[in-house]
């Protein structure tokens, strides 16, 4: 009989409960008990979800108060130094230490560095190793959930963790840089005994994630999977390796011929790799297909599936399990609650739970034949031939648009060095933020009052503008340089935009997790993009008209709006992204008409959208770039183009980053403490740069001279003429208390940096 399994579940609850209850008990008015009780109630009842869809196999230890990768640092012992001992403290505010910045006896510290996970939107906070470190078990979270779980009943339970090749891929040199892999030995040993632990405690199966062989791996590093997984093979457990987000490739055979008892393979990413290896499969060997897409919210095309299933099913018969292509953290909870979706447009949609029900469908018919299935089959044909089919996807004008399309688009008008001197004048180190202020609990109220029709259109608009003009002026206290309005307005940089957008949709409970407590509900775009009128013209308009000094406008660019939205899966990306950059250009082009002389265009998402595998990668950054080229392409030499981009590497685009030809570009680099500027060394990036010299995502008030030292860092890679200062982010989930006084500070630094630079020239050569 196939065997259904799931590599994991959302787990902040389908009305957010985890990030309610974390935010809670961070601000001290809950305790770690009921913030654990939340969580125990989480896990209970997404585990009898699951089962009660048909589930053989339940994932344990795919939840945490914070995040996986983390959870698995702090399992081995491997906590940066700076943070003290934290042995004293529980594993849940062990967690909170690093990812949040507390040393052991509660003194600020730098938080853990946070990046990207793979290709996703989601947040990991990066290992930190040192030379000689040694791992042991010190953690009793990952059993003490292996225990709960069964004592509710659930006796077939597969413990999930991060293979230790792809953690040890993940982590950094703590201080000086060295071989990650002098440390495997201590690493496979730690991991022996987890799984002895695992074993004592019923244990059958384990699943250990090891997405790092979907890229471009080094020999030695393909050498050191066997070796690893050699020795793990004498655990007394089943070794489930899971991989995902792409095509193994080049380490095909690498996986198939490791010694353990089972492969998963993303089936959605790399449909063509399932017959491949079922032939390069040893006959013992499990063959898990991850066939049911885990990072989009499309229904699944059931009689395809079941075409590719059924001729590895005559040749593996119950050797062939099936399961979503990934962790289904990437996508909402239960589709069911979208009572405001149109019931076409609901009709091709799967969120989590439907997704394992049609996994269950999927065995049912494998079992039974596609007859057997009866009408559940019939109903998603149907669905599946509405979407091809509506006529709510193509809209004929921007087809005709796209034509248009010519070369001379996504040019501007003079290199950056012709027009730096006709754009605003600025003292040298230039202060700004990124865009966001602290969104408080009366904008919150003021939006819901206002959707719910408490408030009406005119009492909602006088809200807004009492809001932009508060945060004016306290930018002007404060002394800032150029301002930005405050975006009080706005839901969420992506949301907002898609909401007034054609071609999107949206849900209410449709949240993913992003990191921590920080949730994201992305839009749905299922059709053909336009701008049916301006968005933010008139709350920008208005906040220049209270000010002297710039006023940025505001706008989230065509490759982030794309990577940050459940995206069509029926035309090239490429095609979307241009749709959403013509969209976009108009309103860059009404900002500049109604007197906005400074625009930034958010690219948060650029380096997130880069393909795993090098070779793919000019065709990503050729349509990427173009998209943002286009979107800025219009304007006059004399309108100043920012944009920002959020944790990640830059060394191996700097060139496609430079040929974005933004004026500035602002980037997430305290937690690196500037590490990330080494890609700046070494190429000479021709425009501005504002490197952020404060960790927005902790609570810590950082001083100005702890701001003054990552200057001084980033004034070794960037000349003082070119150099901004500024947060990593936007400041929208910190509160006054915290935003004042370290803006205060950077203000400070970037007076004592002038001081030091008197009578240096700000404009560039």
Known sequence: MTTLHNLGFPRIGHQRELKFALERYWRGEDSLEELESTAAGLRARHWELQQNAGLDLLPVNDFSLYDQVLDNSLLLGAIPRRFGDLGKHSHADAAFCIARGRDAEGNPVAAGEMTKWFDTNYHYIVPELRPGQRFRISSEKLFHEVSEARALGHEAVKPVLPGPLTWLWLAKAEEEEFDRLELLD??????????????????????????????????????????????????PVKLLLATYFGPLQDNLHLAARLPVDGLHLDAVRAPGELPRLADHMPAYKILSAGIIDGRNIWRADLKKILATLAPLRQRLGDRLWLAPSCSLLHVPVDLASETGLDEELKSWL???????????????????????????????????????????????????RLQTLSPDMAQRGSPYAQRRPSQISLPLFPTTTIGSFPQTAEIRRARRDYRLGRLDEAGYQRRMRDEIRAVVEIQETLGL?????????????????????QGFAFTRFGWVQSYGSRC????????????????????????????????????????????????????????????????????????????????????????????????????????????????AGGVRDSTQIHTHMCYSEFNDIMAAIAAMDADVITIETSRSRMELLDAFRDFHYPAEIGPGVY????????????????LEKALERIPAERLWVNPDCGLKTRNWEEVKPALKNMVEAARRLRKQYAGKERMPD
């Not at 009128?533 to 490759?559: F, H, I, N």
Request: aromatic share 6%; net charge negative; glycine share 6%.
């Open 186 to 235: 201590s690493l496979v040993e730690t991991y022996g005994g987890i799984l002895q632990r695992l074993a004592a405690l019923g244990v059958a199966w384990v699943q250990l994630d090891e997405p790092a062989l979907a890229l471009d791996l080094p020999g030695e590093w393909k050498q050191a999977y066997e070796s690893a997984y050699s020795r793990l093979r004498a655990a």
């Open 350 to 400: 799967a969120f989590a739970v439907q997704k394992l029900d049609e996994l269950a469908l999927l065995k049912q018919c494998l079992r039974t034949g596609a007859e057997g299935c009866g009408e559940l089959l019939a109903e998603n044909i149907r669905a599946i031939e509405s979407r091809r089919l509506s006529s709510r996807i193509h809209d004929p004008k921007v087809q005709q």
């Open 481 to 501: 340089d150029v301002l930005v309005h405050g975006e009080a307005e706005r839901n969420d940089m992506v949301e907002y935009f898609g909401e007034q957008l």
């Open 520 to 631: 994201v509900k992305p839009p749905i775009l299922f059709g053909d993009v336009s701008r049916p009128a301006p968005m933010t013209v008139e709350w920008s308009r208005y906040a220049q008209s209270l000010t002297d000094k710039p006023m940025k406008g505001m706008l989230t660019g065509p490759v982030t709006l794309l990577n940050w939205s459940f995206l069509r899966d029926d035309q090239p990306r490429a095609l979307t992204c241009r749709q959403l950059a013509l969209a976009l250009r108009d309103e860059v082009l009404d900002l500049e008409r109604t007197g906005i002389s400074v625009i930034q265009i958010d690219e948060a998402a650029l380096r997130e959208g880069l393909p795993l595998r090098k070779a793919d990668w000019r065709n990503y950054l050729n349509w990427a770039v173009e998209s943002f080229r286009i979107t």
């Open 695 to 710: 960790d927005i995502h902790s609570a810590n008030i950082p001083r100005t001279q702890d701001m003054l030292e990552l």
